[in-house]
């Protein structure tokens, strides 16, 4: 199979690495593995330990990143304290974005596709003028070879799949880091609903959970920001990137293999074409059901509800 072309414009990548030395090596052997790669400048942000227990991980993280080649420029940023995973992405995505226009994110748990640069690349470069497109996701859930035939090679479908994305400078610069007023804005405009997938699956949970301070995450932010913007998020019909932190190592993650779709990697390239710039109602009805089923039961929510109460 010939490889695709590649557009000569290639966005920066942003990698974003803490503790988990062989999450990151597998991350970078496939990264170098792609199209692209060669030519490409990668930025690492190696966050500092927390404390004395993850202090010899990130010490070994960094001595690997010091081995690293296979890249057109690398450079590695070393926090001198502790950023967290949230502050860590903010920072650094607002860093290239200012300086480049636009950026390829990756975190220290993403295996992708060889075609996955090329797709972000082509993608980016196609819909940089259109101030809609607000976000480029290598990553869609998994679906049969039934539902398949129901989505084009690529669609838009509203929300932020963070692994594995890119953006531009002048969708960024809309990013809300207040989840309270994220959430009073999107009930203020009557859009709570259709923010919770019709109530099928509470991203506003999370929301809420960031607004009491119960968690400090970015990605729920960041789609929210895009929501309220009515912003459009494209889409491959098959993920190009494969989350390998669903092994209970992650910052939040837990382990969970319902996410990872059968047809990674795909065997072609991405095919993409301008399409109508409208979500995808096929896309959203998949996503809808796929997420319904992440749900807790309805018990279990409320006495999840219950104890919040109390306490």
Known sequence: M?????TTDLSPIALFTYARPEHTRRTIEALKANHGAADSELFIFSDAAKNAATADSVQAVRGYLRTITGF???EIIERERNFGLADSIVDGVSTLTGRYGRVIV???DIVTAPTFLSFMNQAL?????DQAVMHISGYFFPVTDTEATVLPETFFYNQTSCWGWG???RAWQHYRDDAAGLLRDIKRYGRLREFDME???RFSSTLRANAAGRQRTWA???HASVFLKHGLCLHPRYSLTHNIGHDGSGTHGQP???YHDLHFPPTNPVTIERGELIESRAARLLARTFLAQLQPPLWHRVLTHLRRLLS
């Open 199 to 201: 109530n099928w699956f």
């Open 125 to 129: 470069t196609l819909y940089t003028h």
């Open 2 to 6: 010939n490889s695709p072309s590649v």
């Open 167 to 169: 953006t531009w400078d």
């Open 220 to 222: 729920i932010k960041w």
């Open 72 to 74: 057109k420029g690398i």
């Open 106 to 108: 990756l975190e220290d």
């Open 256 to 258: 969970d293999e319902r």
